[in-house]
């Protein structure tokens, strides 16, 4: 019923304005919707609102988007390329890790290792929701003006400073906690390395990748391609190689310093907390940003916690299992890199075809698995897509980041097959989970774009750790792990 009122009300509302709009399917004038109405009130370009409702056979031929369907080679071509570019970074990141988990400041501060995922996770989720956010203002038809673009991408930018400040200190005293509790001891020394370390690599990670990620959606435009296809998959991964490297160089050079004086961590941090209160307000000021702000925090701050345990079962599985540091980052950005596609494709149609509270029709918040991923839903067509991609890509990453890290294939099948399963999984669980969680936090009137993706993000780490961490002891109990057939690897 109050569903029905509302409709009501949004229908008087437009006529109200002085426009004879009709939601009939068909009608010269049909599907205008509150997405079409911009921040002046004035109505932009009509899309369709189909109020009929269909045979469930029919529902998936409905397109993801508000103007028309895409073809799904034209699709396929806009994910698979940006994705194996961004899976060349996480190969990147997993050997980057691979390479200085000898360093010192990795084996005297394991806290580093609890690290990684969380400021990864930290910097995906950031990145991925600006790129999220401004694909579907592209997509919107709301990046026209220049100035509004210019106050949209000034505000954004400054709300990730923000975020990536206050987000990185509180991993930092997360992983400082786990440390302490594990080590059973407490260093003052390196507390100050490790908040140094994450605000410099998160805040600086993030103010260079979000300008790459303007420029891509900018240039996505351009050439009449659908941003939300570009880039988030670019947010999702490019940067993790980048991060991982920063991290540890950052985390080595102030382990050599701490030794020498303080001054430097502690110049690092005061300079970073002083320039916290001039990003807050250009962030409150702006009016595309204001409300992030202040409602947008714990989407984030949970994901923090919830990629924080993959980094825990990081540092736990480290030493026991050779070069799980090397496919740990290829499993969660993978992940990452397909289920944000998704979500953002999802958030986009939401906001092109519904009112924040109201569910387009021929939708439910959960669905049957196999409507969600195979047949039944108009979500299903790109998630086969992704399903494709996430089997293929993972057998190409495999294999090229064990030939880079080894120096020539020692894969078996039995692992390649356990590693491509249990990425499927991970894979299938996350686009299914993006399904639900888009829909119920539209229905509670939050944006999809600043809320679902920081969850999802953090559950891929998550997943991606705790099965893979799960196929390697498969694998080892049956005297099959990684490596064993290379000569001295002592197995």
């Known amino acids: 019923m109050g569903v029905n009122i509302e409709m009501a009300v949004h229908k008087m509302w437009r006529k109200f304005n002085g426009y004879t709009i009709l939601d009939e399917i068909g009608s010269p004038d049909s599907g205008y919707t509150m997405a079409s109405i911009n921040t002046n009130g004035e109505l932009k370009s009509p899309v369709d609102l189909p109020d009929k409702k269909l045979p469930d056979e029919d529902a998936e031929k409905q397109p993801l988007s508000g103007k028309k369907e895409e073809r799904w080679w034209n699709t396929l071509m806009q994910v698979a390329v940006p994705f194996f570019i961004a899976g060349c970074g996480t190969i990147g990141a997993g050997l980057v890790l691979g390479s200085v988990r000898g360093w010192d400041v990795f084996v005297e501060v394991s806290a580093i290792f609890v690290l990684v995922p969380s400021l990864s996770g930290l910097k995906g989720n950031l990145d991925m929701c600006l790129a999220s956010r401004l694909s579907t203002q592209a997509n919107l038809g709301n990046m026209d003006s220049p100035r509004e673009v210019i106050s949209m991408v000034v505000g954004n930018i400054s709300l990730v400073q923000v975020q990536a400040i206050v987000a990185a200190t509180v991993v930092s005293l997360f992983a400082i906690v786990v440390n302490t509790i594990t080590d059973r001891e407490l260093n003052g020394n390196y507390v100050l390395l490790i908040i140094s370390s994450a605000i410099f690599t998160a805040t600086t990670t993030c103010f260079v990748l979000d300008f790459v990620m303007v420029m891509v959606i900018f240039g996505s435009q351009k050439f009449k391609v659908n941003p939300d296809n570009v880039a988030t998959p670019l947010a999702a991964s490019i940067g993790d190689i980048v991060s991982n490297s920063v991290l540890a160089v950052t985390a080595q050079y102030m382990f050599e310093q701490i030794k020498k004086s303080l001054w430097q961590p502690i110049t690092l941090l005061c300079v970073y907390y002083c320039l916290l209160p001039v990003w807050v307000l250009i962030v409150w000021r702006n009016k595309y940003t204001k409300k992030v702000l202040t409602t947008g925090w714990?989407?984030?701050?949970?994901?923090?916690f919830i990629s924080g345990i993959g980094g825990i079962v990081l540092d736990q599985a480290v030493d026991r299992y050779p070069a799980y540091e090397v496919f740990q980052p290829i499993v969660n950005g993978i992940g990452g890199n397909l289920v944000c596609v998704q979500s953002s494709r999802l958030a986009t149609h939401l906001h092109q075809t519904a009112i924040p509270g109201v569910l387009p029709e021929n939708t439910r918040i959960i669905e049957w698995p196999w409507k969600t991923l195979f047949f039944g839903t108009p979500a299903a067509k790109v998630a086969r897509m992704l399903l494709v991609l996430a089997v293929c890509g993972q057998i190409v990453f495999m294999i090229v980041a064990d030939f880079v890290y080894q120096g020539f294939v020692t894969i078996q099948v039995f692992f390649g097959v356990t590693y491509v399963m249990c990425s499927v999984v991970q894979v299938m669980v996350l686009l299914y989970l993006a399904y639900i969680l888009v829909h119920f936090m539209w229905q509670k009137k939050k944006d999809p774009?600043?809320?679902?993706?920081?969850?999802?993000?953090?559950?891929?780490?998550?997943?991606?750790?705790?099965f893979l961490g799960l196929a390697f002891v498969i694998l080892s109990i049956f005297g099959l792990q990684y490596g064993n057939n290379v000569p001295g690897s002592g197995t």
């Open 298 to 304: 714990t989407p984030v701050i949970s994901a923090l």
């Open 449 to 466: 774009d600043n809320a679902a993706i920081p969850y999802l993000t953090a559950l891929g780490d998550l997943l991606g750790s705790v």
